[in-house]
């Protein structure tokens, strides 16, 4: 069985996310994401991008959503991605629930939901898909949708399930039972085609149901439907997050045991078997390993390089502090490993910016700073202050 080192594994990361040279031209933002890019918190997926496309404009993203382009899904562990749109395919129908599966997002949180009504997504989630597609149009924030979807339901279900839908939510105030029902599944309506998310308004996204949405989107690439996007997506993942395990696979699609293992074949078709880190894994086969990474680099809050990189990615005793629950910093890498983190901090128009961790050469505090001067002018502030690690 081939060892991968960390060294090599570092190399083919950093290579396989367009981080070691900026994309650019007709195709660069559809070559950047080959997993789409989570975006949420609002923003951090054309923060991404910032980093691999060189020549992406301002407010590019929410026009490409707005035109096509690009989708905005749930998709992925139930999070907003966004991805070429004739590539959904690989991110929403390959990741449906077979019988005997559980929903991405739905599981396990619904269970509880289902057992006050009496009333399971077998027989819930088909009129769910029905609401979506006979809403009049567009809806503005997740909350409205919930009880739009869950008002149109309510006249719909069966009688002695109406007066436990219109109950309390087990899960917060504000929110009635059938409303929690409602979110639970919304990812899986999603993920069959009846809803997508349109460009924001704000910080909330409008959601354009069924048809509204499907008439702004190309026609899907034939050649990801089905087990064919179910393989890709497998390839994917391994060319991306290799070596990885079943469960790493699992945690990151956020689907239920059974699935991830129905997955997992496929991609033991397209990968081989190695050792990483002492354990047993899946990569995909060997070729050329690039050039080891040298430098240093910034990478916002949440950037995909860094997902379940927590025991090899950064240095020790960094990990609590690049991966928190909720407020991730940016990351700062050296040679592909983060060796600190970095903050902003925006005053109006100005951005002060504080990062912690390793010390930095002169030249490697001019090439940060000048990477910040680039993305503050992306983000339309001016660059007022930088803490430097001491």
Request: aromatic share 10%; proline share 9%.
């Amino acid at each position: 069985m081939r060892e991968i080192t960390r060294a090599e594994a570092v190399a083919r990361r950093l290579a396989a996310h367009h981080l070691t040279a900026p994309l650019s031209g007709e195709g660069a933002v559809e070559q950047a994401l080959p997993l789409g890019v989570q975006d949420s918190p609002p923003g951090m997926g054309e923060a991404a991008l910032f980093c691999r496309v060189g020549d992406l404009a301002p407010g590019w993203v929410e026009e490409a959503v707005a035109s096509g382009t690009l989708c905005r899904c749930w998709s992925f562990r139930g999070a907003p991605y966004l991805f070429p749109a004739a590539q959904r395919g690989l991110f929403l129908g390959a990741l449906c629930a077979r019988e005997g599966e559980e929903w991405i997002y739905a599981y396990p949180g619904f269970a509880p939901v289902a057992a006050r009504l009496g009333l399971g997504a077998d027989r819930l989630l088909p009129l769910l898909c029905q609401a979506a597609e006979e809403l009049p149009g567009p809806v503005t924030g997740k909350a409205e949708l919930d009880r739009q979807l869950a008002d149109w339901l309510a006249p719909r279900l069966p009688g002695d399930v109406g007066e436990r839908w219109e109950s309390p939510s087990l899960y917060g105030p504000n929110q009635r039972l059938g409303e929690a029902a409602v979110s639970f599944l919304l990812r899986a309506c999603a993920l069959q085609g009846h809803l997508v998310l349109g460009p924001r308004r704000g910080r909330s996204p409008l959601f354009w149901p069924g048809d509204w949405g499907r008439k702004r989107l190309p026609p899907a690439d034939s050649t990801l439907l089905g087990e064919g996007g179910q393989r890709e997506l497998t390839r994917r993942f391994l060319a991306l997050y290799g070596p990885a395990t079943e469960g790493e696979f699992a945690a990151f699609l956020g689907c239920c045991p059974r699935q991830g293992k129905r997955l997992w074949a496929l991609a033991k078709q397209v990968g081989e078997p190695v050792s990483f880190l002492g354990r047993p894994a899946l990569a995909l086969a060997a070729g050329d390993c690039p050039s080891p990474p040298r430098g240093v680099q910034l990478l916002p809050p949440y950037d995909p390089y860094l997902y379940g990189g927590r025991r090899w990615l950064c240095e020790e005793g960094l990990a609590g502090q690049l991966w928190k629950t909720v407020g991730n910093p940016g990351a700062l890498l050296r040679d592909g490993v983060a060796v600190g983190w970095w903050r902003g901090k925006a005053s109006g128009k100005n951005w002060s910016v504080q990062l912690k961790g390793s010390p930095l050469s002169p030249g490697e505090r001019e090439g940060t700073a000048a990477w910040l001067e680039r993305y503050a002018a992306f983000r339309g502030l001016r660059l007022k202050a930088v803490e430097w690690p001491t």
